[in-house]
Structures are given as structure tokens and as C-alpha cells.
């Protein structure tokens, strides 16, 4: 009887299939499904920056708003928790964006102009039904500091005065 002599193939193949197959595991499908449903393809028409959102608002109002994320004033973009995050101005004409050397909290003009709540707004990504998700911006979408987004949704103003955006759709530039 002959025996079949072994591949010197054998050892490579699981390395080969591991190769094929992928390391990484697989994402979670909850994060999947908000960033499907969640992520605009183009991007939407009429965005206003924060300042003029902040005018036009009576008591909850919908909107396209350009930011621009994170803030100078923070040095953490993200809210822990939820799919929350700071915005500024995301304008190029707003004074906030002046110039990279401009500091609103040095210039005589911003310092007076300006406060704090002027110049962000808080967006809180939110499902079809207007319930907050409870999965980290960080882990739901693929952004970083200073990254320009535009939101759309319900504005309003919380009790500190800050515009706070329930975003139903965003848009990553």
C-alpha cells in the first residue's frame, strides 16, 4: 500500500486563508445600520452657519448647518457616550474662520462679539424616530478634528444658550 507522502503546502494554507479571509472582526452591524441611514450621499442645499442659525430659531427649527468639528475651546471633539460632538463655524466667511493665526479669544472685536455659545453648537446624531444613539461618534463615523460636516435637522437652544442641532442626516465634506 502507498502512503501519500505530505504537501509542503500543508503549514501555508491556514496562513493563506487568513490572508484571504481578513483579521479584523467584523464591524458591528447596529453601527452599520445608523451610519447607513445616516450619512448623506450629497450634500445638502441652504446650509447657514451657526450665527445665522442661531438668529432664525423661535422654538425648534429645521436646518442645514455647516461646522466645522471640534472648537478651539475644547480640546475633545466628542461627547463620551453618545454620537454627540462640537462644531464652530464651519464657514469660510464667518469671522471665526479669519485667518489660522486669528485667535477670537486674543481679538478685541471677537472677545466683544463673541461668546462661547456664538461660536459652536452641539450636534446629537439621532435615529428615525428622534431618539439620541447611544453609540460614540467616534466608533459611527469615520471623522476627525476640524473635519467640515453639514447637518441637517432640528435646532434649538439649550438652557445655556448653546444651538444644539438633532441631526437626522450629515454630510462629510
Sequence with gaps: MLMKRPSNWSPVIPFIALLVTGCT????????????????????AGSVTIESARSEINSKTNVVLTGRIGTRE?????????????????????????????????????????????????????DKSGERISIPATDLLDVEKDDIVVATGTASLDESGFLVIESTGLFVR
Design 25 to 44: 472582526p467584523a464591524e458591528d452591524p447596529q453601527v452599520t445600520k445608523y451610519r447607513n441611514n445616516l450619512l448623506l450621499r450629497e450634500e445638502p
Design 74 to 126: 475644547l480640546s475633545q471633539w466628542w461627547i463620551d457616550g453618545s454620537a454627540s460632538f462640537y462644531v464652530s463655524e464651519g464657514m469660510p466667511d464667518s469671522h471665526y474662520n479669519v485667518g489660522p493665526d486669528h485667535d477670537p479669544s486674543t481679538c478685541p472685536f471677537c472677545r466683544h462679539k463673541w461668546k462661547l455659545h456664538d461660536s459652536m453648537a452641539i450636534v446629537h446624531l439621532v
